[in-house]
């Protein structure tokens, strides 16, 4: 017996949320801990996704490849950390035919569950359904993430490959986690745009700086000349001020060697 059939074991006698519950505490111990050596990655967003994926195979029963996908404004699907090419297959597929699970999930605002690719996934999605069989795929689940008024919004794709393996616990199992992972995605959104933030910040601070002491002004009409400069350019205003840096960094030319 491996370590995955000693968890669904020794949890036989837990509820759904007990088990969930156990499950989640585990996989975000282990993100945690993931995270915290990830730390000068600079992508927290794109590790979250990758926890998230590998927490859902380990955590839902009958899982055995899962992904996320984004859709952006355009209506383009992006396939962020598949669990295998398989996975990064089917979102290009459902970006090309425009179908599948996935659009559907994100269009109602619901889970989207084919039980048997072969049986019912034929006349749902009759273009997207025969490459996903030949693929092994027989039963294929989606949640939705999120979706936002700017068009983007964000699926959680499970896969197994024997139909109708997922039962109402799998399932109540898979949309707790569903409802986890949002959450945790959300907050790595926030703070990545808010690190973000602090970057701009900090970039226009020293744009403003080098405005100072080369026209003897106050920080406000140094703030007032960067936001005059980018609205006659149009550029943002974070561009303009680092075109400035950069301007200022060629202008004072390479370090002196040290003397002696």
Same mark, same amino acid.
């Not at 669904?8 to 282990?30: I, P």
């Not at 294929?140 to 979706?147: D, V």
């Given at each position: 017996?491996?370590? =995955?059939? /000693? ?5 036989? &006698? ?15 111990? /282990? ?23 590998? *927490? @859902? %195979?380990?955590? %839902? ?19 962020? @950390?598949?669990? $295998? ?18 659009? /559907? ?15 019912? *996934?034929?006349? =749902? ?6 490459? !996903?069989? /030949? ?11 999120? @979706?936002?008024?700017? &068009? ?7 896969? !197994? ?12 199992? !898979? ?11 959300? *907050?790595?959104? =926030?703070? !990545? ?26 920080? $406000? ?10 609205? $006659? ?18 202008? @004072? &030319? ?5 003397? =002696?």
């Amino acid at each position: 017996m491996d370590s =995955r059939d /000693e968890r669904v074991s020794s949890q036989a &006698g837990q509820t759904s949320e007990q088990r969930v519950g156990a499950q989640l505490a585990r996989v975000l111990d /282990e993100a945690a801990h993931e995270l915290l050596a990830r730390r000068d990655s600079g992508d927290a967003v794109e590790d979250i996704v990758q926890l998230i994926v590998a *927490g @859902a %195979i380990a955590s %839902i029963p009958h899982v055995d490849r899962a992904g996320i996908s984004l859709i952006e404004p355009d209506d383009t699907i992006t396939s962020r @950390a598949p669990s $295998d090419p398989v996975v990064a297959e089917l979102d290009r597929l459902q970006n090309e035919l425009g179908e599948g699970p996935c659009r /559907e999930s994100i269009r109602t605002q619901e889970r989207t569950l084919i039980e048997d690719m072969a049986a019912a *996934g034929l006349g =749902r999605w009759p273009r997207f359904a025969p490459t !996903a069989i /030949e693929r092994g795929v027989a039963t294929m689940c989606s949640f939705q993430l999120f @979706a936002r008024d700017d &068009g983007t919004a964000g699926a959680l794709n499970l896969y !197994a490959g024997q139909a109708g393996v997922f039962d109402e616990s799998s399932l109540d199992i !898979a949309a707790l986690f569903a409802s986890h992972a949002a959450l945790a995605l959300h *907050g790595a959104q =926030r703070a !990545a745009g808010l690190d973000e933030a602090l970057r701009t910040r900090d970039v226009i601070g020293q744009a403003k700086g080098i405005l100072i002491e080369r026209f003897t002004l106050s920080e $406000d009409q140094a703030f007032v000349m960067l936001v005059r400069s980018s609205q $006659d350019t149009n550029i943002k205003l974070r561009d303009v001020a680092t075109w400035l840096l950069t301007d200022a960094t060629a202008r @004072a &030319g390479p370090s002196a060697p040290p003397t =002696r």
